[in-house]
Nanobody, 124 residues
Framework: QVQLVESGGGLVQAGGSLRLSCAAS????????MGWFRQAPGKERDFVAA????????YDPESVNRRFTSSRDNAKKTVYLQMNSLKPADTDVYYC?????????????????WGQGTQVTVSS
């Protein structure tokens, strides 16, 4: 069983930056690929980024466009999402998740453990 807690969300002006954190407990963190997703009210949860257990990463090209970077610190059992050049369209609840089923790192169904989410609001 893995528990995930996100933090670092908040209100920021367009063009600003935020760094989200996701702290894990339980399980063997270093062996998990971790994902970041975003969700607006009434919409599906969308893939943002994944950071693999070995340190590689993948990003959604359409929404991120090299503005976001994910990293991990296995000693701290924490993954991060650095978000730069934020836009009002980036306003969403952001979730981290642990990859448990091999359906693809960009698929919601691949992740068996989820955090509670953290709100990111970007003002224009």
């Amino acid at each position: 069983q893995v528990q995930l807690v996100e933090s670092g969300g908040g209100l920021v002006q367009a063009g600003g930056s935020l760094r989200l954190s996701c702290a894990a407990s339980g399980g063997t963190f270093s062996s998990y690929t971790m994902g970041w997703f975003r969700q607006a009210p009434g919409k599906e949860r969308d893939f943002v980024a994944a950071i693999y257990w070995y340190g590689g990463s993948a990003y959604d090209p359409e929404s991120v466009n090299r503005r976001f970077t994910s990293s991990r610190d296995n000693a701290k059992k924490t993954v991060y999402l650095q978000m730069n050049s934020l836009k009002p369209a980036d306003t969403d609840v952001y979730y981290c998740a642990a990859y448990t089923l091999d359906f693809g790192s960009d698929r919601v169904g691949s992740y068996g453990y989820w955090g509670q989410g953290t709100q990111v609001t970007v003002s224009s």
